[in-house]
């Protein structure tokens, strides 16, 4: 499936608002098995967007937590120490 310009802009945009694969065909009018397959298919244009636009979102609320926790903010420390605790995981075993 080929994708024009204005709907790569618009997979990103998805992508940041963390919008749902299901969401994202209907807001683009196409079905949502193409879309579950194109944001699975790591050789396809709109994987690239969409998924570049959700990472940097996660990009930004990590941030922003980590600035939150050292801040001194509880609920963001617990955050951070999950995210924390993840990595450790990923790397771990």
Known sequence: MHLTAE???????CGKLLLPPADVAFYMQLSTDEVELMLKDAG???FDAYHAGRINTELELRASILKYAKAGSSPAQTMAKQLLDSLKSKFDG
């Open 7 to 13: 709907q790569l802009a618009t997979l990103n945009n």
């Open 44 to 46: 396809h244009a709109g």
